[in-house]
């Protein structure tokens, strides 16, 4: 069975430019999230998607960050402009349904911003 | 606010001998999960405690649930090269499904 996939794996943009992230979440996975890791933290969640629809994103930073899984597949994550403290891993998991089933993670996408 | 407390933040130890980390919170999960994370990978579940003084193993690994269910903890017994990574604990909140990610533990097993 195939896992999450992740592109790109790797990026270096300078501040103020914008970046895209994609992400493939397992066949069949309803739910989807990107979380957000800074070096030497743990992951923090930006936005859960349930098929299509938004379910948490409390924590996505609306000015800058925005997110679309339009046909309940896959999904990107955006942000324009980036800042400085953007650079991080972005992890997209995926799993069956929500309510604590496992959650499968991509390789992420480690951003740096200069 | 730190909802999960992972200590230690880094171990360093030789292979061979045994090891504990833990995972702490004043606030009560539904169920606690661990992970394993390598470098350039995405976290890995390792397993789930969802019942107050549940105990489980996976090969020298013991998992354990506080009866409060507010804290766990990771045993590690004759720790070996391969166990080297990054060790999450996530606690899953009842009432809104949300998990929440601690810091980390990173251990490095010293051949």
């Known amino acids: 069975e195939a896992g999450v996939a992740q592109s790109p794996r790797y990026k270096i943009i300078e501040k103020r430019q914008s970046v895209a992230f994609w992400c493939n979440p397992i066949?069949?996975?309803?739910?989807l999230y990107w979380y957000q890791q800074i070096l030497g933290q743990g992951p923090k969640l930006l936005i859960q998607?349930?098929?299509?629809?938004?379910?948490?994103d409390s924590q996505l930073p609306k000015d800058r960050f925005s997110a679309e899984r339009l046909k309940g597949v896959d999904s990107t994550l955006k942000i324009q402009p980036a800042k400085l403290e953007d650079s991080a891993v972005y992890l997209c998991?995926?799993?069956?349904?929500?309510?604590?089933?496992?959650?499968?993670f991509g390789p992420g996408t480690r951003l740096l911003v200069l | 606010t730190q909802l999960l407390e992972q200590s230690p933040q880094f171990l360093s130890i030789q292979e061979g001998e045994n090891l504990t980390v833990y995972c702490n919170s004043s606030?009560?999960?539904?169920?606690l999960q661990w992970y394993r994370q390598e470098p350039g990978e995405g976290p890995v579940l390792l397993v789930t405690?969802?019942?107050?003084?549940e105990v489980k193993k996976l090969k020298r690994l013991t998992f354990q649930f506080g009866d409060a269910r507010k804290d766990s903890s990771l045993h590690i017994t004759a720790a070996q090269p391969g166990d080297t990574g990054l060790y999450l604990c996530a606690g899953l909140m009842n009432r809104d499904d949300k998990i929440i990610f601690g810091k980390g533990t990173r251990l490095h097993i010293l051949p």
């Open positions: 606030s009560v999960f539904s169920s």
């Open positions: 405690v969802v019942t107050g003084g």
């Open positions: 066949s069949g996975h309803a739910t």
């Open positions: 998991a995926s799993s069956f349904n929500t309510g604590g089933e496992t959650q499968y």
């Open positions: 998607f349930q098929n299509n629809g938004v379910v948490d």
